[in-house]
C-alpha cells in the first residue's frame, strides 16, 4: 500500500496558500480546480475575507487531499489576516496576472516580504503562476522575467488560463506534489533516526545511548533536555 494513503487509507491533509494582488485570478483558478466542468463565472466578486476548498490530488506517491485557502488581496484584510493564513501552512502558490505588470511586481515588493515575516520561506513548498494565459495579445510580463523571478526565489513556474482550464489541475499537482516529497522525506528521515537508536538500544541492552538524563538527573531531566 502507498505511504501517502496508509493508515486506514486516510489521505493526509496538507494546508496550501494562495497569494496575490486582487483580480489576478486566486478565486477563478480555484474555482476552475473544484469545479473543472461548470461555466467559469465572470462576475465572482473580489474575496472579502479568508475561503478555504478541500481537493483530492493526485501524486506520485498516491492521492492526498489539499486544503486550499484563499484570501483578499486588498491589503486592508491582508495585514490583519496573514497571521491566520499562514499558520501550519505547508506551501504557497503565487499568483499575478500576465497582462497586468504591477501585480508581478507586488510579488516582490509585497507579496515574498509578507511570505518572510509570518512564515518561513525556505519551509514552504512554492510555486509561481502566471494567471490568464488565454490573453497572450495582451501580456505584459514576459516569460523570462517570470523565469528570473524564480530563479531569485527558489521556486517552480507555469502559465495557466482560469478561462480555459489550462495548466490549473497541474499547478495544484504540482505544489502538492513537493508538499507531499517533503513530508515522506522527513518521515523517513525520521523514522531513520528513531530506527539507529532503537537499534542502539537493542545492542546496549540499556536505555538510549545518548542518555540525556544524566544532565539533569533522573528522568525528569531527560524531558527537559531533549524538549519534549
Known sequence: MSRATSAGGKPPLYKIVMLGDSGVGKTSLVARLTNPERPLNHDISATMG???DTQMLDTEHGKVKAQIWDTA???RFARVLLPTYFRKAKGVILVYDITN???FESLSERWMAQLNDHASSDDLAKLLVGNKSDLEASREVTKEKAEQFCQEYGMDMLE???KSGQNVL???EKLIGIVHNRALAANKSKTGIQGMQQSG???S????TVKLEDNKGGEAGGADACGC
Open 50 to 52: 479568508i475561503e478555504f
Open 73 to 75: 488581496g486588498q491589503e
Open 101 to 103: 505588470a504591477k501585480s
Open 160 to 162: 495557466t488560463s482560469a
Open 170 to 172: 497541474q499547478s495544484f
Open 201 to 203: 538500544n537493542a545492542g
Open 205 to 208: 541492552g540499556g536505555p538510549s
